[in-house]
């Protein structure tokens, strides 16, 4: 949510630590990575990849946070076993 | 106390060693190289307790004291032409974090050719990055602005960056009798502040986070409206210096501009020999007059447009250039307040002195002719013209 100027830090300092997760930057996404599980080998290369990161192990399997994945692909480009689809986000 | 002799460049030194600066950090460049001499003889000599950064770079050196400002220090920078160019970049981040560091800049021109001479090129070009820009015509003057700086700087309604404008060699290597007021006197009328919002690890908080376009606007008006707001301070900050050291310099030196007929308008060292040519002139009866202009951020429109509303014609002398614009860039500012103001008074721009060429006496008489004839036939011929350049 924008915040008015009076509401706003002098020089527009964050003085809440950990703010940036309050940016919830998955509504960027343009293309969303899918994980087709029958393909997964569970070999963590996304995981690395991932720059924002995005991507956890979650209950043995790794999962997308979509709330904060911005879409760039680089994961669905490093699966070495093409597991990872790019999936245009509908509108 | 008592009178010394001091260059421009030393006047400041000694003033940044009265102010107890706890950081320093600039790239030496001339014609402000002996000021970081003299300054790091001081930490080297232990009469100022601060920490001397040496830096590759005034990308660094302006980096280095924006982070020192950051974590609550007071902090010095000084530079010239090429590396306040290399500056740029830093000077629009230290007025978006609100950061008081004070910058002294020995005006200089800007290559190509590479020159090392004296003109306004180099500040010109940082016009639009935010800070408060003074300019001083003397070295004593140059001495009083940096106190006052500090003051301005770290005072809770402004809290930006200030740099003081002296010109190249004619200022920063000229020396003059000055007469600095007493060390306590200083650290009263600028005391160290600390401000709510500092680097802190105790207390962790962000500077320079990203602004998406949810927040950058507002960020960008809250530093606007800081700048457009500082003059009040600015005012007061000045009066305050008058009554403890009994020299105020105000925002601009207006002479002889009440019957004029025509007023030449500068910034900088110049101004004291325009006032030497006004009383030539005044004495064969011409009446001419002198406005020199004192701060040029944020740009005292209203005050000096009731100073201009008294004459018949201007002239502004610019010591840079806007090349492609239709006038230098403080012809740029006079004219949009005479509009601004409904004041119908004729201006013509003149553009000298770049490069380090000289303005001499005749030079000046030209300027005024100009302006006289701008005043006696109610038009202008030609909006903007070159002087002391061989065609």
Redesign the interface.
Known sequence: MPKKVSEMEEGFVMTTPRSSMQTKTGSWRAFKPVIDYSKCISCAICWSYCPEPAIFLKDGKYTVDYEYCKGCGICAAECPVKAITMVRESD | MKTILLSGNTALSYAVKQLDVDVISAYPITPQTTMVEKLSEYVANGELNAEFIPVESEHSALSSVLAASAAGARVFTSTSSQGLLLMHEIMFITA????PVVMGIADRAVSAPINIWNDHSDIMAQRDTGWISFFAESAQESYDRTIQAYRIAEDENV?LPVNLNFDGFILTHTYEPVTPIEDELVLKYAPKKRR??VLDPNN????G????P??YF??K???I?ALENSLKTIIGADKEYAKISGRGYGLYNAYMTEDSDTILVSLGSIGGSIREIVRRMRRNGSKVGSLSLKLFRPFPAKELAEVLSKTKSIVVLDKASSPGAIGGPLFLEIQATLKSFDLNVPVIDIIAGLGGREIGPDDIRLMFNRGLKVASEKKVDRLLDYVGVYL
């Open positions: 978006g974090l609100r950061l809290h709510k919002l962790p908080m962000t500077f986070g990203l602004g998406s949810e927040y507002e960020a008006y809250q530093a409206k």
